[in-house]
């Protein structure tokens, strides 16, 4: 079975653009979660669409926003860029359904903001 | 609010010994964990979870240990390879359905 992927690998960006990440889940899970990894913050969870709903939402301004499509992929935007926005995003799927649900990670997007 | 922590931000350990990873947490009520492994360069990988009904599970050359009293999980890597230097974060997964991760431990092995 496909791993989790993650598109594009690597994006450089300037202070107020807008970027859009995106994840494809392993086949047949209906969660994807999305994290930003920081050196500093450690992972930092931004939210998790399940279903094409989100369900639940980490603490993040509303420049972060996300959604998923019916074949369970997803896409994660960031909209007026800032320097701390540099981040590694990563997303995680897991089949969403019992309470010790596992995520399973995919590389990652490096985002730089110049 | 849900707090994971590491009692140590690095650790080295020479090949073929042992290593202890260890983890606190903080929210009584949450119901399964997970410890992860990050290379450089990679996301992190599933290496073993438990779910709070244990006390402890065994897999291949890790074990994980959990003690809810103290809210304290950690992870034992026997015979630690090269292979094995990586960060190891430890995630906690409460009622929410939600994953809260420490901020990780560094593991050195030195061949």
């Known amino acids: 079975k496909a791993g989790v992927t993650q598109t594009p690998r690597y994006l450089i960006k300037t202070r107020g653009q807008q970027v859009t990440l995106s994840c494809s889940p392993i086949?047949?899970?209906?969660?994807v979660s999305w994290y930003q990894q920081t050196p500093g913050q450690g992972l930092q969870f931004l939210f998790e669409?399940?279903?094409?709903?989100?369900?639940n939402k980490g603490n993040f301004p509303g420049r972060f926003s996300g959604r998923q499509f019916s074949n369970s992929r997803s896409e994660m935007n960031v909209s007026t860029l800032e320097l701390g926005d540099s981040a590694l995003y990563l997303c995680?799927?897991?089949?969403?359904?019992?309470?010790?649900?596992?995520?399973?990670f995919g590389p990652g997007t490096r985002l730089t903001v110049l | 609010g849900e707090s994971v922590g590491l009692h140590l931000p690095t650790l080295s350990v020479q090949e073929g010994d042992n290593s202890i990873i260890n983890c606190a947490y903080s929210?009584?009520?949450?119901?399964?964990f997970i410890w992860y492994k990050q290379e450089s360069g990679k996301g992190p990988q599933f290496i073993i979870d438990?779910?709070?009904?244990?006390d402890k599970r065994q897999g291949q050359r890790v074990t994980v240990l959990l003690n809810k009293t103290v809210k304290h999980l950690s992870l034992q890597i026997a015979a630690t390879q090269p292979g094995d230097s990586a960060v190891y974060f430890c995630?906690?997964?409460?009622?929410?359905?939600?994953?809260?991760f420490g901020t990780g431990t560094s593991l050195t092995v030195i061949p």
């Open positions: 995680a799927s897991s089949t969403g359904d019992t309470s010790t649900d596992t995520q399973y």
């Open positions: 086949s047949g899970h209906r969660s």
């Open positions: 669409y399940f279903s094409e709903t989100q369900r």
């Open positions: 929210n009584s009520a949450s119901d399964y």
């Open positions: 438990i779910r709070s009904n244990m």
């Open positions: 995630a906690e997964k409460n009622t929410g359905n939600q994953f809260y």
